[in-house]
């Protein structure tokens, strides 16, 4: 948990339906988008932080873990070597977003990067991994930092390695 003293003091209504719905649809289109034109469109995230200049985004795509259906999210990531890390913030909402359940359930995925589709296994970043990455995410996206104070949840961070 974080010193900051922040714990919960994020916006307001953060973990309601109305937000997961309303992050579905945003991200169904950015999907549509990316996948049809090989990331040039809806491969970066502008907002927060990341204004003007964009953070690079990837899509994931995972196994459902109660219906076994194909899902794909679109996902900030951090490239380390040959790993893709991903961040399970759903932006500091209290509970984990439903594709790091699902990495969970099932850890075989696919992770596209603008047109290049690979084939990945993903794991939670053990103790030392975290100390490592946290940093490096935090300097790509320093909002990840204030999601983390928003939430009691410690938010996991995802390695993606090639199969």
């Given at each position: 948990?974080?010193?900051?003293?922040?714990?919960?003091?994020?916006?307001?209504?953060?973990?309601?339906?109305w937000v997961d719905r309303i992050m579905k649809w945003m991200s169904r289109?950015?999907?549509?988008?990316?996948?049809?034109?090989?990331?040039?469109?809806?491969?970066?995230?502008?907002?927060?932080?990341?204004?003007?200049?964009?953070?690079?985004?990837c899509l994931l795509t995972t196994t459902g873990r109660k219906t076994g259906t194909e899902r794909i999210t679109p996902l900030l990531f951090l490239e380390d070597g040959d790993d893709v890390v991903l961040v399970a913030s759903k932006g500091g909402a209290p509970k984990h977003p439903l594709w790091f359940l699902n990495t969970e359930a099932d850890p075989?995925?696919?992770?596209?990067?603008?047109?290049?589709?690979?084939?990945m296994r993903t794991h939670v970043a053990d103790?030392?991994?975290?100390?490592?990455?946290?940093?490096?995410?935090?300097?790509?996206?320093?909002?990840?930092?204030?999601?983390?104070?928003?939430?009691?949840?410690?938010?996991?961070?995802?390695?993606?390695?090639?199969?």
């Open positions: 948990m974080p010193e900051s003293g922040l714990t919960g003091a994020g916006p307001r209504g953060l973990g309601s339906p289109g950015n999907v549509t988008l990316y996948r049809r034109t090989g990331g040039r469109i809806g491969g970066k995230w502008r907002v927060g932080s990341a204004f003007p200049w964009g953070i690079p985004v075989d995925v696919t992770v596209q990067i603008r047109s290049r589709v690979r084939d103790a030392a991994e975290r100390a490592r990455l946290w940093p490096k995410l935090v300097a790509m996206y320093p909002d990840f930092e204030s999601y983390q104070a928003w939430t009691e949840r410690e938010i996991p961070i995802v390695v993606c390695t090639p199969r």
